[in-house]
T-cell receptor, first 109, second 114 residues
Framework: SQQGEEDPQALSIQEGENATMNCSYK?????LQWYRQNSGRGLVHLIL?????REKHSGRLRVTLDTSKKSSSLLITASRAADTASYFC?????????FGDGTTLTVKP | NAGVTQTPKFQVLKTGQSMTLQCAQD?????MSWYRQDPGMGLRLIHY???????DQGEVPNGYNVSRSTTEDFPLRLLSAAPSQTSVYFC?????????????FGPGTRLTVL
């Protein structure tokens, strides 16, 4: 079974709006990562947050981590059409990365 | 730096055929891994390696073999292709084990098994 599960499966917003996607996981983790995948391409790393961190920012991205609830969220502010992609969270169990099924974000111009 | 390269980009096989998917990285990363991605799903780990000469199984290893004779190369072999192996295959590398550092992904190989 998947360690990380993203919610929602799909999200459609207008350009300029904020997009929030969530990731839940089942076991204790050392860190959690978010990746983006444009259609037909490989994954690109966005941000890594460690278990002792609660929030992390990178440009228009804000990631939170709540280890008590075993959940993380990715917020993309002031979205752009170029943000249209699938977003995945990944967790690590004994050195093996496990990915969720992703959230597909569509940003309409 | 070319990063992570994969060949071929597309491949069509008949059931029972064998083939090797190539993966190479020029970042001197110790950790390399192979994933498959089925439509609408996330990546599932097939095999990984923490250094030359060391490989281990991931979540879905059956039907696949790997070897790591050099730091740069990590080929994935399909022994006897089956339609269930139709998927997109991604190779990734990292300077540390899977979750401790970002992984760099190749562009993928789209495999169809008829």
């Amino acid at each position: 079974s998947q360690q990380g599960e993203e919610d929602p499966q799909a999200l459609s917003i207008q350009e300029g709006e904020n997009a929030t996607m969530n990731c839940s996981y089942k076991t204790s983790i050392n860190n959690l990562q978010w990746y983006r995948q444009n259609s037909g391409r490989g994954l690109v790393h966005l941000i890594l947050i460690r278990s002792n961190e609660r929030e992390k920012h990178s440009g228009r991205l804000r990631v939170t981590l709540d280890t008590s609830k075993k959940s993380s969220s990715l917020l993309i502010t002031a979205s752009r059409a170029a943000d249209t992609a699938s977003y995945f969270c990944a967790t690590d169990i004994a050195g093996k990365s496990t990915f969720g099924d992703g959230t597909t974000l569509t940003v309409k111009p | 730096n070319a990063g992570v390269t994969q060949t071929p980009k597309f491949q069509v096989l008949k059931t029972g055929q064998s083939m090797t998917l190539q993966c190479a990285q020029d970042m001197n990363h110790e950790y390399m891994s192979w994933y498959r991605q089925d439509p609408g799903m996330g990546l599932r780990l097939i095999h990984y390696s923490v250094g030359a000469g060391i490989t281990d199984q991931g979540e879905v290893p059956n039907g696949y073999n790997v070897s790591r004779s050099t730091t740069e190369d990590f080929p994935l072999r399909l022994l006897s292709a089956a339609p269930s192996q139709t998927s997109v295959y991604f190779c990734a590398s990292s300077y540390s084990i899977g979750g401790e550092a970002e992984q760099f992904f190749g562009p993928g190989t789209r495999l169809t098994v008829l």
